[in-house]
Nanobody, 124 residues
Framework: QVQLVESGGGLVQAGGSLRLSCAASGRTFSSYTMGWFRQAPGKEREFVATIARMLGTRYADSVKGRFTISRDNAKNTVYLQMNTLKPDDTAVYYC??????????????????WGQGTQVTVSS
């Protein structure tokens, strides 16, 4: 069992930056693919970014060039650096773990473990 706890959300003006963190329990963090998803009110959960155990990454087109995903296996933590934020980025952000570790999948169903989410609000 893996527990994921997100932090770092908050209120920021358009054009600003935030860094989200997701701390994972357990000794197998380094073997997982870790992903970030988000869900805005009235919308489906959507893929944001993912990083595999060999550090391959994948991004949604909507965040490419603005967001960066990274991981620190020594700290069992995955990060999402978000720059040049837009009001459309407002959502609850979730981190998730895919046990396979080798793929950079954007499908929510491929992820086994999920955090509770952290709210990001971008004002115009």
């Amino acid at each position: 069992q893996v527990q994921l706890v997100e932090s770092g959300g908050g209120l920021v003006q358009a054009g600003g930056s935030l860094r989200l963190s997701c701390a994972a329990s357990g000794r197998t963090f380094s073997s997982y693919t870790m992903g970030w998803f988000r869900q805005a009110p009235g919308k489906e959960r959507e893929f944001v970014a993912t990083i595999a155990r060999m550090l391959g990454t994948r991004y949604a087109d909507s965040v490419k060039g603005r967001f960066t995903i990274s991981r620190d296996n020594a700290k069992n933590t995955v990060y999402l650096q978000m720059n040049t934020l837009k009001p459309d980025d407002t959502a609850v952000y979730y981190c998730a773990a895919d046990q396979t570790g080798w793929r950079t999948t954007y499908e929510p169903l491929d992820y086994t473990y999920w955090g509770q989410g952290t709210q990001v609000t971008v004002s115009s």
